[in-house]
């Protein structure tokens, strides 16, 4: 039985802005936006066939402990790309500081963190 990764949910301040700044980032589209559980919002950010929704819960929720809506063990968001020197542009031109810069076998990578806090690394394999 084959398997393959659909999509992560990751909670942010604000989803509009995550969107926006993936799009820009990685050339991805919003596949979907609209209400989500518990009166929250989400915007499914991806390609045809994987996406990462980021949702936030609504204004003065009152979240627990074990609710999943709060950022949890999450260490990062690994993205592939085929030009990560482009890709590092767009990261600067949204405002965002690319780190912890890596080549190693069989590729590259840099990591930067989005206005959240989330990390992101984006690794190339391309020669």
């Not at 604000?14 to 989500?36: E, I, K, N």
């Not at 690319?98 to 959240?116: E, I, M, W």
């Amino acid at each position: 039985m084959g398997a393959a990764l659909e999509h992560v949910n990751i909670t942010v301040s604000d989803p509009a802005r995550t969107a926006a700044m993936l799009c820009d980032v990685f050339g991805w589209t919003v596949r979907w936006s609209g209400p989500a559980k518990s009166g929250g919002r989400t915007f499914h950010v991806g390609d045809a066939d994987t996406y990462l929704a980021v949702y936030t819960p609504p204004p003065g929720a009152q979240l627990g402990a074990a609710d999943s809506a709060l950022h949890g063990g999450l260490n990062h968001v690994g993205v592939l790309v085929d030009d990560l020197d482009a890709v590092e542009m767009r990261v600067r031109d949204a405002g965002l500081t690319p780190f912890n810069h890596g080549d190693y076998a069989p590729g590259r990578r840099f990591y930067f963190l989005d206005h959240d806090g989330v990390e992101f690394e984006v690794v190339s394999y391309a020669a």
